[in-house]
């Protein structure tokens, strides 16, 4: 199945910088949906986003619906250990009971 | 208000065994799913419930059979486990005319 390109895959920071990843697809979606999985744990709903050019924060995160409708970005700003953990775009289209998924961005913060 | 459950947390089968997957929600909605989820493949939709009584497949339904057996309760039922079924089997519900999907803590299951 189709799965969304996230990038960057994997990111290295330390504790107190920015971050920003995106999510991009080949098809438009009118839902796009931010969530965090931590180890051994299933994925929390962080934004949920339903309006083209959309800017929602949730803290210290920040999150935007692309203008294309094509794409999705994810920022958090002062990174915290806390925010270690594996982060998951979503898209969606209403009547269609089935998400699509980005393949991750793995964030790691050096203390 | 306990969101979304599922029991077990861990198991281990060998190839053959069945088994059934419990997930129970407290959050009133109507829509259910069953994902599996494994290194490198992302989350895959197994089966879903749009609705109490009824059941669809979704990308990667074979071995497996679910039964949605009220509102709360969805279940997902391995008949013969086979290796390649060992994942991380993760439940979620959706309520109508929203498209966030809640998920549940997952099952880590590991067939020899």
């Known amino acids: 199945g189709q799965q969304l390109n996230q990038s960057p ?5 330390q504790e107190g910088e920015d971050v920003s990843m995106n999510c991009t697809s080949s098809s438009i979606f009118n839902t796009w949906l931010w969530y965090k999985q931590e180890p051994g744990e299933g994925p929390v709903l962080l934004i949920a986003l339903y309006k083209a050019g959309e800017l929602t924060s949730n803290g210290r995160l920040t999150a935007q619906f692309g203008i294309t409708r094509k794409d999705s970005f994810l920022n958090i700003s002062a990174s915290i250990p806390s925010d270690v953990g594996i982060y998951f775009c979503a ?21 | 208000n306990a969101g979304v459950t599922q029991t077990p947390k861990f198991q281990v089968l060998k190839t053959g065994q069945s088994m059934t997957l419990q997930c129970a929600q407290d959050m009133n909605h109507n829509s259910m799913y069953w994902y599996r989820q494994d290194p490198g493949m992302g989350l895959r939709l ?7 009584g009824t059941t669809d497949k979704g990308e990667v339904p074979n071995g497996y059979n679910v039964s949605r057996l ?13 290796p390649s079924q060992t994942s991380v089997y993760f439940c979620a519900t959706r309520q109508t005319s929203y498209n966030e999907q809640f998920f549940g803590p997952g099952t880590r299951l590991t067939v020899l």
């Open chain 1, 91 to 111: 898209g969606n289209n209403f009547g269609n009971e089935k998400l699509t998924f980005g393949t991750g961005t793995r964030l790691t913060i050096i203390p």
């Open chain 2, 70 to 82: 009220n509102k709360r309760e969805f279940s997902l039922r391995l008949e013969s486990a086979a």
């Open chain 1, 9 to 13: 895959q994997s990111m290295f920071i």
């Open chain 2, 46 to 52: 197994i089966y879903y419930s749009a609705s109490e």
